[in-house]
């Protein structure tokens, strides 16, 4: 049975991954911060029969190297899939110097980590589409990184960190860059999820108005479910290299408004409010990925239009609070 270790396994991500892991035959191991209350919902769907969890959980923080070197040796994975980071694009300009050391640094020390430990595990790297910034579109993997975030400046160097340890090391450290995917566990405070909560919030009754920021950002969006399963593929391939994981379709944070609202029978022109304190120091205009290579190498396509992701996310908001 082989052996899989997540770091940011109680984030979106991680929850599904670890799900389609345990459905391979994977023994799954996932880190988990120390905090003052539990923070387990999205794991919550991993729960069997009689409510126990079938996979190990680990505490340890990106924070911390040593605990990482143990936690590598005690697990003895044949696979690390590394998904933790202070992940929030606007929040990263709030919090730069501890977004570089989680989303960045992090990566280095889970590398050097795993180097250390002598362990031969295969290792994916969390990297993001935010990396090629203002790069114009499509982006695919020979586009050069222009970074408008901290948050991208991070990923950037936790990209080169993956690539440095291949070239040095001779490490099977392979790269994902992802374009966004989104899914009803989605955090609450990503644009997409924000908008279907309201939509849900609007329909119950306990909140009247949405306020966004860049209505005319354009975004590539997946969903994470198919995401997952080509992090595994890319960690399957015979060799250590670099995917683009996206839909190759881009739409507006505005057309994200109108399916989420028209699809309740809303009007969003009527509850949508420009709010200053959303934009963005800088701001990624346009991203729309082009996944050509892992279509021709790994088989991956996505397999959820952007109006199926959206109506699924603002049903389950609605279910949720019972809208
Ligand atoms: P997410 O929901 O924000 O999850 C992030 C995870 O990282 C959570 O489990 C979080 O733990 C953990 N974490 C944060 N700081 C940590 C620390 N100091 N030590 C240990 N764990 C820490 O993010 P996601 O959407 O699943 O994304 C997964 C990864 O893919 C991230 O690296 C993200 O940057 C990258 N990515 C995401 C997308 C996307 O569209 N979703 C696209 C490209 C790349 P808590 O639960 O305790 O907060
Ligand atoms: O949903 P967002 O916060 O996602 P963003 O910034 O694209 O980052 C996500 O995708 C990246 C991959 O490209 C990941 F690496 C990263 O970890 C994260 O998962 O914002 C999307 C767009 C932006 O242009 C933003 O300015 O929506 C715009 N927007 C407009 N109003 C808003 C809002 N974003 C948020 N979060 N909240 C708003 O009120």
Not at 198 to 204: D, E, F, G, P, R
Not at 208 to 226: C, I, S, T, V
Request: proline letters at 5%; charged letters at 20%.
């Amino acid at each position: 049975m082989p052996i899989a270790l997540i770091t940011g396994v109680s984030g979106q991500d991680g929850s599904y991954l670890a799900q389609l892991l345990l459905a391979k035959g994977y023994e799954v191991h996932g880190i988990v911060r120390r905090s003052s209350v539990l923070n387990r919902s999205r794991l919550e769907q991993l729960h069997g029969a009689n409510g126990a969890v079938s996979l190990a959980l680990h505490y340890g923080d990106l924070d911390d190297p040593l605990g990482l070197l143990r936690l590598i040796e005690a697990v003895g994975p044949d696979e690390i899939y590394h998904l933790a980071a202070q992940s929030h694009v606007g929040v990263s300009f709030e919090i730069p110097d501890y977004t570089s050391s989680v989303t960045g640094l992090g990566t280095l020390r889970v590398l050097e980590a795993l180097r250390l430990s002598g362990c031969q595990a295969r290792f994916y790297q969390a990297s993001s589409s935010e990396m090629f910034g203002s790069a114009p579109p499509p982006q695919n993997e020979q586009t050069p990184f222009h970074p408008r975030s901290p948050y991208g400046v991070a990923k950037v160097f936790a990209y080169w960190a993956t690539v440095n340890y291949r070239e040095s090391y001779g490490m099977f450290a392979s790269n994902g860059i992802l374009f966004n995917h989104e899914s009803p566990r989605r955090g609450e405070n990503f644009v997409t999820r924000k908008v279907t909560r309201a939509v849900a919030s609007i329909l119950a009754g306990t909140q009247r108005e949405l306020h966004l920021g860049n209505l005319d950002a354009m975004r590539d969006w997946g969903f994470a479910g198919d995401y997952v399963e080509g992090m595994w593929r890319i960690l399957q391939h015979d060799q250590p290299d670099d995917f683009v994981l996206a839909t190759g379709e881009a739409h507006s944070v505005r057309e994200l408004c109108e399916v989420a609202f028209s699809h309740v029978g809303l009007d969003h022109e009527k509850y949508v409010a420009i709010d200053p304190r959303y934009f963005r120091p800088a701001e990624v205009d346009f991203l729309l990925g082009d996944p050509a290579k892992a279509n021709r190498l790994l088989g991956w396509t996505p397999s959820t239009t952007f109006r199926q992701l959206v109506t699924t996310m603002v049903d389950a908001d609605r279910a949720e609070l019972g809208a």
